[in-house]
């Protein structure tokens, strides 16, 4: 093959060159060889100790989700192309990829209505108090209830007297019936954070120390 | 130190784009059935989106005057959303998008099992 052969003896000689010049030339030329292929080449004469290279850590965050466009939804528009995609993206996530709707709301991502008609929007009634639900011999799995995060949503009717009685600890509440769909779980799993995968939310304790 | 091939780092990317919440179905999105089993009708079904909802309004707005919290409580039908119940109460035209022939599949996006 008579080509290559002549690739051959030309990477060859281009070796040889660069080894040649580097090796046998003066030493100003040689210095400005080295500085083409190599970074960072001392003057003649000096000697640079190395230094060591510190890296970055190679474990970086491979994505990172575009930060939420705050206060976006105000009013819906009867529209029927919607980007209901892009809105979802936009949305804050709780840990296992479903809709924060606290933060959403203490962040003004979204400012829902307090009524059909916005000219005549009640104030929204909010109760800032919480109700704590410790069972026996249990303290890690103590229960915060926080009114506020639910009244920002909810009517007292909504909740009392149907499923929740007005008195703390009244109510036999259990995580069976829970999974069942009593008591929180019938909100919570539906349409609120799921209960199998939102334990730190509610017993405040599991989440470990802040 | 390890060198992690290329093609392990696409992958990498690829998941890290996915996010669970992306999908299709989002927690608390009702299908609502059809009043009639035995109906041969191949209207899709409605597909109530919770979180469509929640993000204007809040829960009180319509619970329980308008829809009972109890999934399947409430009798929706088309005749009845006809005559200005349930979702026509703001699905008017001047709320939100108004119920007719031009705005089915807005509602009625339900993919059945077994169809492509």
């Not at chain 1, 000689?13 to 003066?26: D, I, K, M, S």
């Not at chain 1, 108090?129 to 926080?146: A, C, G, Q």
Request: glycine share 6%; hydrophobic share 40%; proline share 9%.
């Amino acid at each position: 093959m008579q080509w290559q052969r002549c690739v051959n003896f030309i990477l060859f000689a281009a070796v040889l060159a660069v080894a040649g010049q580097g090796v046998g030339c003066a030493t100003a030329t040689r210095q400005k060889i080295m500085e083409v292929v190599f970074e960072d080449v001392p003057p003649p004469g000096q000697h640079k100790p190395p230094e060591p290279y510190v890296g970055h850590p190679r474990r970086q965050p491979v994505y990172e989700p575009p930060a939420p466009v705050m206060v976006l939804v105000k009013a819906y528009e009867p529209v029927f192309q919607y980007d209901w995609k892009a809105l979802l993206w936009t949305l804050p996530k709780d840990a296992v990829g479903g809709i924060d709707w606290v933060t959403a709301l203490e962040d003004g991502v979204i400012e829902p209505q307090t009524s059909i008609d916005p000219a005549h929007a009640p104030q929204q009634i909010v109760l800032p108090l919480d109700v704590h639900l410790e069972p026996e011999n249990l303290p890690l799995f103590k229960v915060t209830f926080p009114h506020k995060q639910h009244t920002e949503w909810l009517a007292c009717a909504n909740c009392h007297s149907g499923i929740f009685t007005m008195k703390a600890g009244a109510d036999p509440i259990t995580m069976e019936k829970i999974f069942a769909g009593e008591y929180c779980g019938e909100c919570h799993g539906k349409v609120a954070f799921d209960v199998a995968t939102g334990c730190p939310r509610c017993h405040l304790a599991l989440a470990g120390p802040q | 130190m390890t060198r992690r091939s290329p093609l392990v780092f696409l992958l990498l990317i690829v998941a890290g784009q996915v996010s669970p919440a992306q999908s299709d179905d989002i927690l608390g999105d009702i299908t609502i059935p059809r009043e009639d089993e035995t109906s041969p009708s191949t209207t899709p079904l409605a597909v109530f989106p919770h979180w469509k909802h929640r993000l204007y309004f809040n829960c009180n707005v319509c619970h329980e005057t308008l829809f009972q919290m109890q999934a399947g409580a409430d009798h929706i039908t088309m005749d009845a959303v006809r005559d200005g119940q349930f979702c026509a109460v703001c699905h008017d035209g001047k709320t939100a998008f108004e119920v007719g022939f031009d705005t089915c599949e807005l509602c009625h996006s339900a993919v059945a099992a077994g169809t492509p």
